[in-house]
């Protein structure tokens, strides 16, 4: 039988990684393109699946597949949702991109 002092390490490390997990989600949320508030800017559409394709899971750096690519608006705004899963964790995530076709000079 496991001492009570194994099993209180163990919850410990459990509590610590699922903090861990959590902070990473917060970051990921911070960084452009983690929320609609703050979409990555992308010149055109087809930039959208290669951007997302190119993301790394933040909290197994997992590859991620490309579930879904869709149009959609936000407190008035077009963006694009790229809907992701993670191939490792299996976490479902989204990434915000906005359009902004360059400026001819």
Same mark, same amino acid.
């Not at 990555?40 to 699946?49: E, F, H, K, M, Y």
């Not at 579930?67 to 993670?86: F, I, K, N, Q």
């Given at each position: 039988?496991?001492?009570?002092?194994? #099993?209180? #390490?163990? !919850? +410990?490390? +459990?509590?610590? *990684?699922?903090?861990? $997990? @959590? %902070?990473?989600?917060?970051?990921?949320?911070?960084?452009?393109?983690?929320?609609?508030? =703050?979409?990555?800017?992308?010149?055109?559409?087809?930039?959208?699946?290669? #951007?997302?394709? $190119?993301? =790394?899971?933040?909290?197994?750096?997992?590859?991620? =597949? *490309? %579930? @879904?690519?869709?149009?959609?608006?936000?407190?008035?705004?077009?963006? #694009? &949702? $790229?809907? *992701?899963?993670? *191939?490792?964790?299996?976490?479902? !995530?989204?990434?915000?991109?906005?359009? &902004?076709?360059?400026?001819?000079?």
């Amino acid at each position: 039988m496991r001492s009570p002092r194994t #099993r209180k #390490r163990r !919850r +410990e490390i +459990e509590r610590e *990684l699922a903090k861990l $997990a @959590e %902070d990473k989600e917060k970051l990921f949320r911070l960084q452009p393109g983690g929320a609609p508030a =703050r979409p990555l800017r992308v010149a055109a559409s087809p930039v959208v699946d290669v #951007r997302a394709r $190119a993301t =790394r899971c933040p909290l197994c750096d997992g590859a991620l =597949r *490309l %579930d @879904e690519h869709a149009a959609d608006s936000v407190d008035g705004r077009s963006l #694009r &949702v $790229a809907r *992701l899963t993670c *191939l490792g964790c299996h976490v479902p !995530r989204e990434l915000w991109f906005e359009i &902004v076709p360059d400026d001819p000079n």
